[in-house]
Structure formats: C-alpha cells, structure tokens
C-alpha cells in the first residue's frame, strides 16, 4: 500500500458522520456513513472510534483507506495511529495500479513504510463476477509477505504459484516491484532452456540497474553446460538531444568447427571461431541543431559460428552492415555523408576481403518550386569512395538534374514533359577483379554525360455504373524516351556500384532509367505504351496494368534474361484483384515470347478472416541473379532457377492464437524456413509455444529446430525457457 508523504500526529481530524456521541474519557465514536481526513489519508467505515488522547482510531464493517496516490485498502477491521501510518487490520484486501491486487488475513502497518501481511494472496487477473469464489487464472499464494512503500518492493515467504488454483511451482522467497513501479533497479526473471544443440542446458541471470531517469544498464550472465559463459549488457540513454542504445557481449566458446565445402565448391576454413568471442550492436543518434543531426549503427562480431552458437540476433545473413552518418534537413533539400563497413557473415558465399568500405558516401537532393514556366526543377548527387581489399576500387562524382513540366488539355489528356541531364566523373583501379572483370589492369579516368527527353501521355476514360456504386477507368500511356546511345561499359572501363542489378517489370516500365543506380543508364531512342484499367463496384476491385518497351537500340551487355535482348520487350504485367475486403490476390510477371516461357513472375494471396486467415506467395526467375558478380564466369549455382513459394496460416479465437509459416525452394527441394506459434492471452497472462527451423548453413553446419516457451504474467515480468 503506496501511503505517500508521511503525515503527523498532530495532524487535524476533519470528518462527516450520520452520529456522533463523546465520552469523558476523551473517546469519540462516528457511526453511519463516517468519512475521516487527516493529512492526505482518507478513512471511511460504518464506525470509527477515536481516542483523542492517543490518537488512535479503531474502524469497522466496509473499511476503506485511501492514500494520496489513489491506492485503496479495504479491511473488516483497522486500527490506525501515527497519522494513520501505523496499524494492524484483519481481512484486508488492497487495489493497485494494472488491475493488482492483494489480500491477506491480517497487516501491520510500519511507519507508513512497510506492511506486513499473513497468509498474502497477490494477483493482477480479474475475479469472476458471478461467482467470487473461484479462483483467478494464476495468484501468488503465500505464507508471508510485505510490502516495502519505501522501495516499491513486494516480497512473499514460502509461496506458490496457482494456475486456475492449482499448485504450479513452490519458491522459498519471491520479490517483485510493486505496480507502481516503470523503472528499478533489481533481477529480473531468470531464463533456465533445458536444450540446445550449441549451448546444451543453460540458465541467464538478468540485472536491470536504473542508473537515472534518464540512462539504464541491464547485464545478463549465460551459464552453459556444452560451452562457456557469456557476460552481456545493454545500455540505454534518452538525452534531451539524442538517444543511445547499445547491446554487447562476450563469452569463451568452446566450439571449434572443421573445413568445409561451400557453395562454389572451394575449401573454407574456420579458424577464429572459438575461444574468446564476443559482439556490439547498436545505435546512436543526436540532434546538432534544429537542421542537422548526426548518428551511427554500430554492428561487429568476432565470428558468425559464435553468433550461431549463443543465439544471437542477425544470426543467418550474409553480412553485418555499420554505419556513421551526418544529415542535414532544408526547405526542399537533403543532405547525408555517411561511412560503411561490411563484415561478412557467410564465408561459404562470401568473403570478408570482398566486401567494399565506403569512405564516405555524399548524397544531397533538391526539389524546387514551381517556376514561371510551370515546371520544377530538381537535382540529386551521390558521390562516393569504394574501397575492397580483394576488388575493384574506384570514387565517383556525379550530378543529375531534372526540370519536369506536367500540362493538361481540354480532352483530359494528361501531359508530362520531363528534361533530365545524368554526369558522372569515375576514378577507377583493379578493375580486372570482382564484381567487374575487366580485362585492364591499369587504373582509369572516365565518366558519360547523358542529356535524356521524355514526354509522357496518361489518358484516362472514367465512367459510372451500378447506379452510381461503381466506376471504371481505362487509362491508355504513352511515353517517348530520347537520349544519346551510352555505348560498352566494359570497353570503357567504367566502374559499377550501384547498377549490378537491372530490374524490367510492370514498375519499372515507365522509369527514365531502369537500373537500380546511376553507373549504368539507359540511352538511345525507345517508347513505352501500356493499359491501365480500374474497376471499383460494390467492394469489388479490379486493378490491371499491361504494357512494354520499343528500342531502337540493344544494349550488348545486358544481363542475360532481362527481356529487352529484342527491339520490342517482353510484355510486363501487374493484376490484382479483391472481389471482397476478405480476398486480395495480386500477381506480376514478363513473358518471353521469343522462347514462350516466363522469365519473371510472383503473385500474393491473402484471404480469410480473424477467425481464419491464409497468405500465400510465390516468386520465380530463371537464374539466381545473386552469384553472377561472384566469379567472371557465373558459376552453375548462378544457373539454378529461382521457384520459391511461401505459406502462411493463421486463427485468432478469443483469448487464443495459432499460426504456421513455411518457405520452399521447389527447384532445390529444400526449404528456406519453416515455423509456428501457438498461443493463449487473456487479461493477466500470456503463453506462446514458438518453433522455428533455420535451414542457413553457415560454417558447414546449421542449427536444429528451436522451441521457445514465453509465459507473461501481467505485473510481474516475461519468463522464457527455450528448448
């Protein structure tokens, strides 16, 4: 019971009484609807003595306390003193903050400081209504137990932990922070995992200590019985200006891994990947004015085998990304440098030494207003400096630069003129290595300077039916694309970073430049027609896009499966349907025609109710674009179809929940993940069963299936096995 300040004796007594009768002795009795203040304590009962003298008051039938936080205490029988700090009382029962509650034989009452309770029941469930009697969902019963006000503390003696009234598990002493409690130092739960493949069966012992209001610690010992502990903190701190949160460990692993095969069969070893490990992982940002800000992102770990065998997070990527950044924010405009670091994660993919530094990275966009003329002008750079220690090395300077002019016509045709000029400036060596492969092994000075015209017609037809509930729109496109042809890259020696990819779908067939970056651009003449149509009737959506590119020019080195190796594209597409707010299905592909196949195609579908719910998802593509950079000539794994399908099934019914997820490549017959949850929450308590297969194969091995108990009682904290 929260009493707040403490109040005094000689506090006055101020109370409302139906009756009142005095006695000489300096004993007063209110009978009634008695309500008695002194200080910030409040009493009410059916009767109250007071003995002037002492100060003591006795109350009976309906007692109720309430202390200047709002906290009620409810008893058949209280007697208090001290300005109603101290007292004992019988059958007492007390509300506190998130529904806990508290009841016990009988209390003493300390100083205001400290309440001492026999025979203590604690819970934060409701009670049941119709029938008091039963129990809640899960309680705290106990022989002894207190209350420290002072401290914010609940500690019981020689307790048990009821689920639906049954005896679950028996502790000698239990201590939690009261409700009214967001931040204490202290334990937390401990987590006791009786398997795993790595660790065997190990325990963690969490400490949170609140350093102030504003920054906290929590360190973490792991004792394990098939490797050797582990020593982790996390740190946090909300400034005025900024935050800080950064996650660290290290542990003595005692797993040391063999050579092994990977992916493009050449033998990898292992060494570094046990013995004294560790990671940090976080982030940091603050605010230097009210237009610039500056942060960093910080991820490092000593070994992925390490990450795999203590369960860390981003455990099964290929790569660990940081980053350190400067950002500025204008009327208009972005300005961001910035600086990254990969670490390789993947050995058997990919190796440290191929991964690129960028020391530093400058990218600044400006969006103007509408000029006199009608258009807009805007401007974007992204200038940087790559470093590999195995690979191609090179710094580019770059300056792009648009003036669009949208216009309109009294047909409703929809006009969009767009002037663009691309330059870019490369320095270049080692060129003759990854990701390019050039045959020069000497460094060049390069660059292209590309001036692009593009006119755009958008001419939509709309039309009501149903009675004015439904329309449709049938929107032809047209778009006329000049600029100069760019010619060989590779003959010219022209780096590429940003371009390794080339995307041709339904949302890139409208885009000046369909790479993914700047080092490489589309030039020569070509056009783009396609049709959009809408329908929308009684909660009925039909959304349909077709269209393709026409090119007077063939770029030589395209990547393979494109579908622009011909004067007129492959057809691209995108439908998406949604008959009911219960159905929506939306698919996307190119066909080739020239080889009557699909090069490209994937689809979602998500049906169902709360009740019953199913997505799915399905992706293909010839190749696996991934590997063709990795080697000069891509290797046969590069040549492996991509046919991945994806599934999920989920239930909600009242307090409980199920769901099950999986991923398969067809063409491979493996799959890429695979799990579930199975789950029950009501208003005090939580239970999630999760399973999860991880199928990534790093350091020639993978981790076997995890199942995680998580049980959350409400109040007390989440409490973990894992298995």
Not at 339 to 350: A, D, E
Not at 512 to 520: A, E, Q, V
Not at 646 to 658: D, F, L, M, N, T
Request: hydrophobic fraction near 35%; glycine fraction near 10%.
């Amino acid at each position: 019971m929260n009493i707040g300040a403490p109040g005094k004796p000689s506090d006055p007594v101020t109370y409302l009484a139906d009756h009142e009768q005095y006695e000489k002795t300096g004993l007063v009795t209110w009978s009634g609807n008695v309500q008695v203040w002194q200080g910030d304590h409040a009493l009410r009962a059916d009767k109250i003595t007071y003995d002037r003298n002492t100060g003591v008051m006795a109350a009976s039938g309906h007692v109720a306390v309430v202390d200047p936080d709002g906290t009620a205490t409810y008893a058949d029988y209280l007697e208090l003193s001290n300005g109603m700090h101290d007292g004992i009382g019988t059958a007492i029962y007390m509300r506190m903050e998130d529904n806990a509650k508290i009841a016990a034989n009988g209390m003493r009452r300390t100083e205001g400081k400290v309440n001492d309770l026999s025979h203590v029941i604690y819970t934060a469930c409701q009670i049941c209504e119709t029938n008091r009697l039963l129990p809640p969902f899960w309680q705290i019963r106990a022989y002894n137990g207190t209350h420290d006000v002072e401290h914010h503390r609940i500690e019981f003696e020689h307790g048990w932990l009821d689920m639906l009234g049954i005896p679950v598990i028996y502790f000698p002493v239990f201590s939690m922070t009261d409700p009214t409690v967001k931040r204490q130092s202290g334990f937390l739960i401990p987590g006791i995992s009786p398997h795993d493949r790595y660790l065997g069966t190990y325990i963690t012992i969490p400490y949170f200590w609140a350093i102030d209001q504003q920054q906290d610690l929590t360190a973490q010992l792991l004792v394990a019985s098939r490797t050797g502990p582990q020593l982790s903190g996390q740190y946090r701190n909300a400034l005025n200006f900024g935050n800080i949160n950064f996650t660290g460990a290290i542990a003595y692993d005692t797993h040391g891994e063999s050579r092994y095969t990977n992916t493009f069969g050449n033998d990898v070893g292992s060494a570094g990947n046990h013995g004294i490990q560790g990671y940090v992982r976080g982030s940091a940002q603050f605010a230097i004015d009210d237009h610039w800000r500056a942060g960093l992102n910080l991820n490092l770990a000593s070994s992925a085998n390490y990450m795999r065998d203590y369960r860390i997070t981003g455990y099964g990527n290929e790569f660990l990304n940081s980053t350190a950044y400067l950002e500025g924010f204008g009327v208009g405009s972005y300005t961001k440098l910035d600086t990254s670091f990969f670490q390789g994660l993947n050995q058997g993919t990919i190796r440290d030494s191929d991964l690129p530094f960028v020391l530093p990275r400058l990218t600044y966009d400006f969006q103007g207003r509408p000029d006199a003329l009608g258009g807009t002008f805007s401007a974007h750079t992204t200038d940087f400096n790559v470093y590999r220690p195995t690979g191609a090395r090179d710094q580019r300077g770059e300056l792009q630069m648009n003036w669009d002019r949208p216009f309109h016509n009294k047909l409703g045709q929809q006009w969009l003129l767009t002037l663009r000029l691309d330059s870019t400036l490369y320095h270049g060596s080692h060129l003759y290595q990854q990701p390019l492969f050039y045959e020069s092994s000497r460094s060049h000075t390069t660059g292209q300077v590309l001036p692009t015209i593009a006119l755009k017609l958008n001419w939509p037809f709309l039309r009501t039916f149903a009675k004015g509930h439904g329309s449709q729109i049938l929107e032809p496109i047209v778009q006329a694309i000049y600029a100069p042809n760019t010619g060989y890259s590779e003959r010219d020696n022209m780096p590429n970073e940003d371009s390794l990819g080339y995307e041709f779908t339904d949302s890139t067939l409208f885009s000046l430049n369909r790479y993914l970056g700047t080092d490489r651009l589309d030039g020569g003449l070509r056009g783009n027609v396609g049709i959009h149509s809408n329908w929308i009737w009684n909660g009925h959506v039909v959304d349909l896009l077709v269209g393709e590119s026409l090119q007077e020019h063939i770029t030589r080195n395209m990547p393979a499966y494109s579908g622009l190796d011909h004067h007129v594209s492959d057809p691209v597409g995108r439908i998406r349907i949604s008959p009911s707010r219960f159905v929506d299905l939306t698919a996307r592909g190119r066909y080739n025609p020239w080889k009557n196949r699909m090069d490209y195609g994937e689809g979602l579908i998500s049906t169902g109710t709360e009740l019953f719910h199913v997505n799915g998802g399905y992706v293909y593509e010839p190749v696996t674009p991934y590997y063709y950079y990795a080697r000069s000539t891509p290797p046969d794994v590069y040549y492996k179809p991509i046919s991945e399908l994806s599934a999920g099934i989920s239930s909600r019914w009242h307090e409980y929940h199920v769901s099950v997820f999986g991923r398969r490549a067809l063409k491979r017959k493996e799959f890429v993940s695979l799990g579930g949850d199975l789950g029950y929450n009501n208003d005090c308590f939580g239970l999630d069963i999760f399973v999860i297969k991880q199928y990534t194969s790093i350091g020639g091995q993978q981790r076997n299936t995890t199942v995680l108990f998580n049980f959350t009682f409400k109040t007390i904290g989440t409490f973990g096995i894992n298995g």
